[in-house]
């Protein structure tokens, strides 16, 4: 069996074809993806600029935007580029860095759901004790934990993925870059590793999940006691706006990562791939965010 050496490029097949029906999804992707980059950019900016929005709940805020920012303009552009020129071929070194960049996003952003969840916990069943409970301290050091465990999963993910021999062939059956795709040319075994990578996800998907579940059962707990049906009514709204984001995000990324092996279909993966590196991005800013009345009023303020 042939081995290709470590400097040859691989080719990223991509999601769309030339027909139709494909151009049309593909300038889809390309709206949605400007919409997000767009929004989440507004979002870090009235962040920035607006003195009542320096709160923690805001801070957590910004940097879910800021990683959404980053994790589109990791994907789309490298997408958008191979889609209109033909040229699909990605660099081992580009390769790694898609996995570094994806993974660390991606894993970065599922322990900063689960501390804006706590964030809401507190500010709902314990408001008078927000600031003690959510410290400066405190929600600084979990944006620089969240940061950090997503990097270095990155880094081992990147590191031992492109340490394989691959072989046969070097055609990715992707769109970017992503490891339990990639493991699938390589020549040797790969049990050790799916089985290291199966464990971090679930430090990285089932523990961040699980804690979002019990932070927003706690809540749902303490808006069933409110007096007030308009109140209940926002509450509730606002609950599940939350966990259908969460879920969508979340329940992609246990199907790409947690599967059997012998359940991973290429074309599967790829649309949901789709759900949380395109998506997603777009509606936090919308559910989270833009929906905020606060959010809104430095909104206008700015636009005024």
């Known amino acids: 069996m042939e081995n290709w050496n470590i400097t040859a490029d691989f080719i990223l097949l991509g999601l769309f074809n030339h027909t139709g029906a494909h151009r049309f999804l593909f ?17 870090l900016l009235l962040i920035l600029l ?7 709940m805001y801070f957590l805020l910004s940097q879910l935007s800021l990683m959404d920012l980053m994790l589109i303009s990791t994907i789309v552009p490298k997408m958008a580029v191979d889609y209109l020129t033909g040229r699909k071929f990605i660099s ?3 390769c790694g860095f898609q996995i570094f960049f994806f993974v660390t996003l991606g894993g970065g952003e599922c322990f900063l759901l689960a501390a804006m969840s706590y964030d809401r916990y507190v500010a709902v069943c314990h408001p008078l004790r927000y600031p003690v409970l959510m ?6 050091s979990m944006i620089l934990g969240s940061w950090f465990l997503g990097a270095a999963d990155g880094l081992m993910q ?5 340490n394989f021999s691959f072989c046969r062939t070097h055609e990715i059956d992707h769109f ?4 339990p795709t990639l493991v699938r040319l390589a020549c040797a075994d790969t049990s050790v590793f799916e089985d290291v990578m199966y464990i971090c996800c679930v430090l990285m998907l089932l523990i961040p999940i699980s804690l979002i579940f019990i932070s927003y059962c706690l809540i749902l707990a303490a808006v069933l006691q409110m007096h007030s049906n308009e109140a209940r009514k926002k509450a509730f709204a606002t609950c599940s706006s939350h966990l259908s984001v969460v879920g969508l995000f979340f329940g992609a990324g246990i199907f790409t990562y947690m599967r059997p092996k012998s359940y991973r279909s290429a074309n599967y993966n790829k649309v949901v791939s789709v759900y949380y590196t395109i998506f997603t991005p777009v509606l936090n800013p919308l559910i989270y965010s833009l929906r905020n009345s606060e959010v809104k009023g430095a909104l206008q303020k700015c636009m005024d």
């Open 27 to 43: 300038v889809l992707v390309l709206i949605i993806a400007f919409t997000s980059l767009v929004g989440n950019a507004i979002m």
């Open 50 to 56: 607006d003195p009542r929005l320096h709160r923690p």
């Open 92 to 94: 081992p070194a580009g």
């Open 135 to 140: 410290s400066w301290k405190l929600c600084l």
């Open 158 to 162: 990147a590191a031992a993925t492109l």
């Open 176 to 179: 970017f870059c992503e490891a």
